[in-house]
């Protein structure tokens, strides 16, 4: 064929999409696809980049073009799905008269790391506090229904009526009041926090539409008793002036009532809202000394949603449970689950050259040589399956031969763990699997037992000798420890799957 | 009530995007960004877009992927035997694989099935223009 390709181009990675957002419930029901806004966005967003087109060929047949792993590895590295899924989502909420002006704006500024937090949680569990230190230290604007009412607009003005007269402020003035403080050009250039707002999952909702979209919303969460007693003391820092209500039996009543009452109407909102922001949601306990709970904060802010198709590497003993896991995820992410031991088994029912070669060795009853094999992992992570749904190795042939060509190739892993055991922990683990349970054990099945054990032993002496090695193949490999139940091993593979930390 | 709101901010959406073929433009800067694969793609999209900006105010022609060549070498695809002539059915085909829309679907040398290679040429060269002018019509 010739060399004049570049085609239009369009990659399939919907699948990213949806393998991103598989893990929240994928939207059934009308009212939950109402508020969700954002699915929609990112669904347009990704609606474009859809299946290859096709070449023609000299028979005037088509034949579906292959999208090359470059494409895919250049995409990863400098994370353009998600420059242009924010412009497509800013176009998509401000529509602004000149769309190539707006672009050129979004781009030059690089606003794409700018703060947009929104702060959750029961009165008194310290958001105020938490807020004020986030926007001092990052220079974003900090939000707040005080500040809202103070504000001197027209919207401004009829909140503080409504507070003067001791009413609530409507939800769609609430809403309209925070939309047109939040695109100003202070919230828009630098960031904004907002402290305890939208108080209901309605207005939640209605923010969304209204183009509030946060990237990042924390949820503070403390026990009753613990809440109870920080207001209690806040009240005595506060209300030095206001002596009588220590001493009056009625007041004290009645701001009790009103405690009780906002952490109730807290406690009625919060699954709803929780439910609003699922995508974006933590949850950090309260209840822990501040600077802690803003050291987590800042980690989480600093964590982005990365959409990239998934290539992770598992290394570890035997015995740490690299096929459970593996299995876990790519049931979870449906990706491929790729285990070398059954590679040579896929090759030999394999149609392709790859596959002839492998049985010619298999035919003659000779070993097939290493290089065969390093082709044969190549092979099958090219594939088309694999290519588009992104894979999880693990198995891997102890050597560091198999690492680094792997490393060096198309195919290099973007996430690699290690999965931590202690030997003893292996042996046991191991023993346990095989161990029969039919409790009339012959000798012969011992002597096997015996025999695996050795095997095992063995295995382990060489995956001891080759960590070192391993480790400096994949520096930024995440070491998890695996000798905890198998869901906490699953949950912090997922953590780290997800996440993409960034320094800038 | 509520219903009715969202499906309309879905729609004005919707209809924005159309009216000023955001859609294009991104599988245009997409498309040239995978191609070239530049060290910063913030500044080769910033770049893009200001070609784009001067090809819509000032008339001048609008960035792509595709050039002269392109057109030449498929046309060389889909006439292997060099007889300088393809088929009604052969010029659509190359032209909608090469992510043309709009193609005139009645060029010179329609009614002998026989489109020639400069016809051929000049079509796709109009449709390409077409296709890079993603900004809305005034």
């Known amino acids: 064929m010739l060399i004049f390709l570049p085609p239009r181009l369009w990659l399939l990675e919907s699948q990213l999409f949806s393998s991103e957002w598989t893990t929240a419930s994928v939207p059934q029901s009308r009212k939950e696809r109402e508020e969700d806004f954002l699915f929609f966005l990112a669904k347009e967003s990704a609606a474009f980049l859809l299946v290859p087109l096709e070449v023609p060929t000299m028979e005037d047949g088509v034949r579906p073009l292959r999208v090359p792993p470059q494409m895919s590895i250049y995409a990863d590295q400098h994370n353009v799905i998600h420059l242009v899924q924010t412009m497509v989502s800013g176009l998509a909420v401000d529509q602004p008269e000149d769309p190539i002006a707006y672009l050129l704006l979004l781009l030059q500024e690089s606003s794409v790391h700018v703060p947009r937090v929104v702060l959750l949680g029961p009165p008194a569990v310290g958001k105020t506090t938490l807020a004020r230190k986030l926007c001092a230290d990052l220079g974003a604007v900090h939000v707040t229904m005080e500040t809202l009412l103070d504000d001197q607009s027209q919207l401004g003005e009829r909140a503080r009526r409504c507070a003067l007269g001791r009413q609530e402020v409507p939800d769609d003035l609430l809403v309209d009041l925070i939309q047109e403080r939040l695109k100003r050009a202070d919230c828009f250039n630098t960031g904004w926090v907002l402290d305890g707002l939208p108080q209901t999952r309605l207005q939640a909702r209605n923010l969304q539409q209204g183009g509030v979209i946060p990237k990042h919303v924390v949820l503070l969460d403390a026990g009753e008793d613990v809440l109870l007693e920080r207001r209690r003391g806040r009240r005595l820092d506060t209300l030095t002036g206001d002596a009588y209500r220590e001493t009056s039996a009625r007041p004290r009543d009645d701001a009790a009532e009103g405690r009780a009452s906002d952490l109730q109407r807290h406690r009625c909102e919060v699954t709803g809202m929780s439910a609003a922001y699922r995508h974006v949601l933590k949850t950090v306990d309260g209840d822990q000394p501040p600077t802690d709970v803003y050291q987590q904060v800042v980690a989480f802010l600093r964590t982005r949603r990365c959409s990239r198709t998934p290539r992770v590497l598992l290394l570890g003993p035997p015995g740490s449970g690299k096929k459970h896991q593996a299995k876990m995820l790519s049931d979870k992410y449906k990706m491929v689950d790729v285990c070398c031991c059954d590679l040579l088994r896929w090759a030999e029912a394999d149609p392709s050259w790859i596959g002839e070669e492998v049985r010619t060795y298999l035919q003659h009853n000779r070993p097939v040589p290493n290089g065969v094999t390093l082709n044969v992992l190549q092979e099958r992570l090219n594939r088309a399956d694999c290519s588009q749904r992104g894979w999880i190795l693990h198995h891997l042939p102890c050597d560091l031969q198999h690492a680094k060509h792997l490393k060096r190739s198309l195919n290099a892993p973007n996430r690699v763990f290690f999965l931590e055991l202690t030997d003893a922990v292996c042996l046991h683990r191991t023993a346990a699997k095989r161990t029969p349970t039919d409790p009339g054990v012959d000798a012969a099945t011992v002597r096997e037992c015996d025999d695996n054990a050795r095997t095992v032993a063995h295995a382990l002496g060489v995956y001891r000798t080759h960590t070192a090695g391993l480790q400096g193949v994949f520096p930024d490999g995440v070491h998890v420890d695996a000798d905890q139940d198998p869901r906490y091993v699953f949950e912090a593979l997922d953590r780290q799957l997800t996440v993409q930390t960034h320094t800038h | ?138």
């Open chain 2, 1 to 138: 009530m509520d219903v009715k709101i969202t499906t309309e901010r879905e729609k004005e959406a919707a209809a924005y995007l159309e009216k000023h073929k955001i859609f294009d433009l991104m599988r245009n800067l997409t498309s040239m960004l995978f191609f070239y694969r530049p060290d910063d793609p913030k500044e080769f999209l910033i770049e893009k877009l200001e070609q784009l900006k001067q090809a819509r105010d000032q008339g001048q022609k609008a960035p792509s992927l595709l050039s002269h060549s392109n057109l030449d070498a498929a046309f060389g695809i889909v006439d292997p035997a060099n007889e300088r002539y393809v088929t009604f059915a052969q010029y659509k085909q190359a032209l909608i694989s090469l992510g043309m829309k709009d193609i005139n679907e009645c060029p010179d040398g329609v009614n002998d099935d026989k489109i020639t290679y400069d016809t051929f040429i000049t079509e796709g060269m109009l449709s390409l223009e077409k296709c890079s002018a993603t900004y809305k019509q005034p």
